[in-house]
């Protein structure tokens, strides 16, 4: 199913949305919608409705969408924001992709002692649209976040009841995480110097182990990201697959 993603959409009621720019262009030229066919539209902020295109310009300059009341998707549990040194050229990107699809709610680039770049403002903003393409790829209802960059030190304050979580080959399971917030921590290529796992214990973080082998950034991100959400027990929750009328 193709699928729109309209950030400014409430899609609280039914009705007709006119969709227009490069989202139109794409429909109509690339992906050939034809009037009748059923689409989704997503705001990225937990809402989702059904719709059926019901005309469109053949220039792909707009495309006419009879909408159904959207319905409220609660987030994934636990809301997993994940800090690491941006991994050099397209590999940034492919983070941003990977991550959106395995359920991270939000990145954020990292500093650390053994160096980082920080991303130029044309550079997030891609990543903007990275992962706006791959909630709609995926169909999640959150796009996920691209946060400000922060340091390390700041790294290891964890939210009010939330969790730090440092990976690292030192480390041991991470075990299960419930459904409190989790930031979890990647080191740069050449990892974390001894002062900083120093520190992080000292913080009280969670250093924990998630391979075998050394991986590079974003293979660690991602396969340190889906363990610890496929870990989550939370009794009586149905992570995510629940919806409900939106007000």
């Known amino acids: 199913m193709h699928r729109f993603l309209l950030e400014q959409a409430e899609l609280s009621t039914p009705g007709v949305i006119r969709i227009q720019g490069e989202e139109a262009r794409h429909a109509v030229r690339v ?25 469109m310009d053949p220039k792909g300059r707009w495309v006419d969408i009879q909408g159904d009341q959207g319905v409220r998707i609660e987030p994934a549990r636990p809301r997993l924001e994940v800090c690491c040194p ?10 941003i992709d990977t991550l959106s699809q395995v359920g991270a709610a939000s990145w954020r680039p990292l500093r650390c002692d053994r160096g980082s770049k920080t991303p130029p403002p044309n550079k997030i903003e891609r990543l903007a649209r990275v992962a706006g393409e791959a909630a709609k790829q995926c169909g999640r209802a959150w796009v996920l976040r691209i946060e400000p960059e922060t340091d390390f030190d700041a790294a290891l304050l964890p939210e009010q009841g939330g969790r730090v979580i440092v990976g690292d080959s030192s480390g041991s399971d991470a075990g299960a995480t419930g459904g409190a917030p989790v930031r979890l921590l990647i080191g740069p290529e050449g990892g974390w110097t001894p002062g900083e796992l120093e520190r992080a214990r000292a913080a009280g973080a969670t250093i924990a182990r998630f391979g075998v082998h050394t991986m590079r950034i974003e293979t660690a991100a991602l396969g340190a990201a889906a363990i610890l959400l496929s870990n989550a027990t939370i009794p009586g929750d149905p992570r995510n697959t629940q919806a409900e009328a939106h007000p």
Not at 31 to 55: C, F, I, M
Not at 86 to 95: E, F, I, S, T, V
């Open 31 to 55: 992906r050939r919608l034809r009037e009748g066919e059923a689409v989704q539209v997503l705001n990225g902020r937990g809402t989702a409705a059904d719709a059926s295109v019901l005309a």
């Open 86 to 95: 941006p991994p050099k050229g397209d590999r940034l990107g492919q983070l």
